[in-house]
């Protein structure tokens, strides 16, 4: 249970690096010159991959210690919230979209998909939030 404790304090401590992202988005002056917008993009995309990698890590393991249940990859676990009646199936879908976003930040680069990404990401990070507030150790 230790490990469950120290996995979830650490996941609380990195999504709200990416509530400060969000925060200063939200708050850019509408003149913000190009270059600075997309900086702070990158920088919740990058947030984004990291905030996305801890869930997920978490939950397997709240799965194996609560449950004892083995799961081995994001979208197992993510269905498993369904399972366990830790989401409902909207909620579910929204964790199986972020598997597939996750996916298109590692493997292209696009300045079209980041934007789309970056767009989805509030929508990301309230999911995260309501599941790792019903699994708290």
């Known amino acids: 249970m230790e490990r ?9 401590k990195a999504t709200k690096t990416i509530e400060v992202v969000l925060k200063k988005l939200n708050n850019a002056p509408s003149n913000i010159k190009e270059d600075d ?7 919740l995309i990058h947030r984004f991959e990291y905030c996305y990698e801890l869930p997920w890590k978490y939950l397997k393991l709240y799965f194996e210690e ?7 990859s994001p979208r197992k676990v993510f269905q498993e919230c369904l399972t366990q009646k830790i989401t409902d199936r909207e909620e579910t879908k929204k964790l199986l ?9 590692t493997h292209t680069y696009d300045e079209t998909i980041s934007d789309q990404i970056t767009a989805k990401i509030p929508q990301h990070y309230a999911i995260i939030k309501t599941v790792i507030e019903r699994t708290k150790p």
């Open 4 to 12: 469950l404790e120290s996995s979830y304090q650490q996941l609380i």
């Open 37 to 43: 917008l997309r900086i702070l993009q990158d920088s």
């Open 66 to 72: 609560i449950f004892g249940v083995e799961l081995a």
């Open 97 to 105: 979209s972020m598997v597939d976003d996750r996916n298109k930040t």
